[in-house]
């Protein structure tokens, strides 16, 4: 069975809106791992548009299950995860003028500096996961850079509305997932999945971990973060 990892920085997206202390995402990871999650998901972004340092280093001191720091490859970035020492890094793309993160790390134009941060991460013993968009030659490109696993960018799955565009999509999506664990890298997917578009990754077995935020925030704010996070929880067990 899969496992959840649930992605906090929407609960900062709200604290950050109002400029109080809360909500807090230290308390909402809290409710989401006794509610069932696997681990916890915090993107650091240059602009600190949401999640804050303050967030990490407390988030690191009582997350139970896994921290997960989403980060780009960026020297400063690389400093403070040497620091925190993290569970997993998972390497993002970034540009300061996104809404959210809009496609995987281009691992032919990014290569260098990819390389040279996910070297350093695993010389500390920091294991490494690469978001890629659901490509062949991207998940060979993360295999020679020596990563850990990949996470393979489901957000246009999610968003397009056509039935061929997402069959299309879907189909590399699995061609991806497979060719990664082949060659032994772990697998995980995220972006853009909701309570209605999880469905349609039943029996797609090569996938370690869905990573997701947005709809189980959104949904936390209706029926509470145990109920929403233990819903998904649910929903990826009957894969
Ligand atoms: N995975 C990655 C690499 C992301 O950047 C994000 C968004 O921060 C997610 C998963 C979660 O996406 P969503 O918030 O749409 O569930």
Redesign the pocket.
């Given at each position: 069975m899969a496992g959840l990892a649930v992605?906090i920085?929407?609960i900062a997206t709200l604290r950050q809106a109002r400029g109080t202390t809360y909500p807090d995402p230290v308390a909402a990871a809290l409710i989401a791992e006794l509610a069932g999650a696997d681990g916890i998901?915090a993107?650091l972004r240059e602009d600190r548009r949401h999640i804050q340092d303050r967030d990490i280093r407390i988030l690191r001191q009582v997350v139970q299950t896994r921290l997960i720091l989403?980060m780009g490859a960026t020297p400063e970035m690389l400093g403070i995860a040497l620091d925190v020492k993290p569970d997993l890094v998972?390497l993002?793309p970034e540009k300061r003028e996104e809404l959210?993160?809009e496609g995987g790390l281009d691992l032919i134009s990014h290569h260098e500096p990819v390389s040279e941060v996910v070297d350093n991460l695993k010389s500390a013993g920091i294991p490494v996961s690469i978001?890629i968009d659901p490509d062949i030659e991207q998940v060979k490109l993360a295999h020679r850079i020596d990563a850990d696993m990949i996470?393979i960018?489901?957000?246009h799955f999610?968003d397009e509305r056509s039935l061929a565009g997402k069959q299309k999509i879907y189909t590399d999506i699995v061609n991806a997932a497979k060719l990664a664990s082949k060659l032994k890298l772990g697998v995980?997917a995220?972006?853009?999945?909701?309570y209605t578009s999880i469905k349609a990754f039943a029996g797609l077995n090569e996938i370690d971990e869905f990573?997701?935020?947005?709809?189980?925030?959104a949904r936390a704010a209706m029926v509470g973060m145990e109920r929403a996070v233990k819903e998904m929880v649910d929903l990826i067990a009957a894969l």
């Open positions: 992605n920085d929407h998901v993107h989403e998972t993002v959210t993160t978001f996470e960018h489901t957000g999610c995980n995220g972006h853009g999945i909701c990573s997701i935020g947005h709809s189980i925030v």
